[in-house]
């Protein structure tokens, strides 16, 4: 968990940034390991395994500011009204055929 001095710290820069968090209070906090792809890229799509289940995860600390493009490409995808350009650097699979060459 952040300690009592980064909550501190944060109290006191955010509202520099956006000041209606001068008056915000903290009432509970989150904080765990950041995951990393090799290749730095999420997994967004198609399960191969699993019909209809759709994958968006794992995206490297990027994930709050991509987080309403992906949400939208993501609703297209299962609605099928669209689908996910360069999807082959997005899908879960990328790793099966390097661990087949391998």
Request: with cysteine; hydrophobic share 50%; net charge positive.
């Amino acid at each position: 968990r952040p300690g009592r001095a980064a909550l501190a710290e944060l109290g006191r820069t955010a509202p520099a940034i956006l000041p209606a968090l001068a008056c915000a209070s903290v009432i509970r906090c989150w904080s765990g390991i950041e995951g990393y792809f090799s290749d730095k890229n999420p997994v967004i799509g198609f399960s191969p395994r699993v019909p209809r289940l759709l994958h968006a995860f794992g995206f490297s600390g990027g994930g709050f500011q991509i987080a309403p493009a992906v949400g939208e490409v993501i609703a297209e995808m299962a609605t099928g009204r669209g689908g996910l350009m360069m999807a082959e650097k997005f899908s879960v699979s990328r790793w099966d055929a390097a661990a087949q060459a391998a």
